[in-house]
Structure formats: C-alpha cells, structure tokens
C-alpha cells in the first residue's frame, strides 16, 4: 500500500480504466474508510450507491456524458440523506424538525458526503487504484438520475466516484501555492493579484505541454466560463423535489 505521503501529494484524476475488479479486501478498506468519516453530530447524514451494474453505469454516463463512468469497476454515488433520520423519528414517535428545509441542513448533508468521498479517495488511492471526483453527476440531470437509483425523499446526490484500475497515469496538475491557500490568523489583507496570475500562467503552461489532449485553456477564464455554464443548473428545483425546499 501507499504511504499516507505518496496518497496524498500524488493523488491525480484518472478517466481511463483496466478491465480488471477490484478486490474484496480493497472495497471493504474503502466502505470502512466511508463508514469511519466523520460527520456533523455523528448523525451521518449521508449515504453511498455502490454501482456495479454495467448496465447502470451505462445510462448514467448518457445522462453525464463522463465516460469514466462506464469504463470505471466501481462507480460511487455519495447523498445527502436525511431518510434514516426521519425514518426512525417516526418510529419512536420523534417529532422531526425541517432542519433538512433550512440551507444550514443542506450544507450539512453534502458536507457529511464530501468527507466521505474523500475517505473513499484515499482509501482506494492508498491501495494503487485511480478514481475521479464527478460533479456532473450531481448537476447533469438530478430528476433522472434520482429516479434512476430510487433516491427516496430526503435524498440527494452530491457527487459521483469512479474508481478502478489505473490504464494511465497522468502529469500531476499545479495546485495554488501554500501562500494562497493557507491563511494565518486571519484572511490575507495583501493583494494576491501577482500570485494568481503566476498560477493563471503555470496552468496556461501546464495545459499546452500535459502528457495526452493539451490545450490553450488558461486557469481563471476556464473557471469562469464553468460558473457561466453552471448558472444553468436547476439545483433548486432538484433539491426541492427531494424534499429541501429551503424555508430559512
């Protein structure tokens, strides 16, 4: 296995996969790693679609079009979810609040089921296996895609994890500095521009020389030009039709 070191700083997306399964003890250290996360008030509001199914795979990757869903063994789908709690309040006569209605509930349940994506993440990297953080499976189409896995009221995707057996290793893509990222005491008061246009220029050079597809996509117009599609996304329809119509 990798060490917590090499996990971690070497860690980079893989979208091609060997045919090969993964191995028993392999996904039972990655569902341990999810199970062991930690949650806001240990209420563990979140829970994991394991999808193996090839035919499954193949319908989600036509409503994504993200192929590394098909070709992945394993694809995880991380939710909110506040089913189990509302299913047992109502078994032992709990009267249950519309906290999943307020956004603080909302934040709660993709928090709780990003850090166990990342528990998965590192869990499956540390025993030699790729993966790939897939956000589209939360914004490409939530309606088809919850009545596809029978996602119950109180359920939502948040995102998706393709993992299998790496067919590439990809050049290891440049990070913000530390100075950018880590603040101390306090958010920085200084002007960052100098910094981010040295990083928009290492992506810009990144991108035009990477191992396989290059381009000539910088770093802040790229990201911008995803927020302006993104605006397009019926998120708050989607929620609302599982349940988190935001009252506060």
Not at 46 to 63: A, G, H, N, P, R
Not at 104 to 114: C, E, L, P
Not at 121 to 143: D, F, K, M, N, Q
Not at 150 to 167: M, S, Y
Request: charged share 25%; net charge neutral; proline share 3%.
């Amino acid at each position: 296995m990798k060490s917590v070191k090499e996990t971690l700083l070497e860690r980079r997306s893989t979208r091609r996969y060997e045919r090969e399964h993964i191995s028993s003890n392999h996904l039972n250290l990655i569902y341990a790693a999810i199970r062991n996360s930690p949650t806001s008030y240990n209420g563990q509001q979140f829970s994991v679609i394991d999808i193996s199914d090839q035919e499954t795979k193949i319908k989600l990757y036509e409503l994504t079009n993200q192929k590394q869903i098909k070709t992945c063994n394993r694809f995880l789908l991380f939710c909110a979810d506040y089913n189990k709690i509302t299913t047992i309040a109502k078994a032992k006569n709990i009267d249950m609040p519309e906290f999943p209605k307020t956004m603080d509930g909302v934040m709660v349940g993709i928090i709780d089921a990003s850090i166990a994506m990342m528990s998965a993440v590192v869990a499956a990297e540390s025993c030699g296996l790729g993966t790939c953080c897939i956000g589209y499976a939360r914004t490409a189409a939530p309606a088809q895609i919850a009545e596809l896995l029978k996602l119950p009221q109180g359920v939502f995707a948040v995102c998706g994890l393709a993992i299998g057996v790496p067919r590439e290793t990809n050049d290891l893509k440049p990070k913000q500095s530390k100075e950018l990222v880590i603040h101390h005491n306090h958010y920085r008061t200084d002007d960052m521009t100098p910094e981010l246009l040295d990083y928009d220029n290492r992506i810009t050079q990144y991108n035009a020389s990477r191992s396989g597809t290059t381009s000539d996509n910088d770093w802040a117009s790229h990201i911008v030009d995803y927020y302006r599609e993104a605006m397009n996304y019926e998120m708050l329809e989607a929620l609302r039709n599982q349940g988190f119509d935001a009252v506060k």
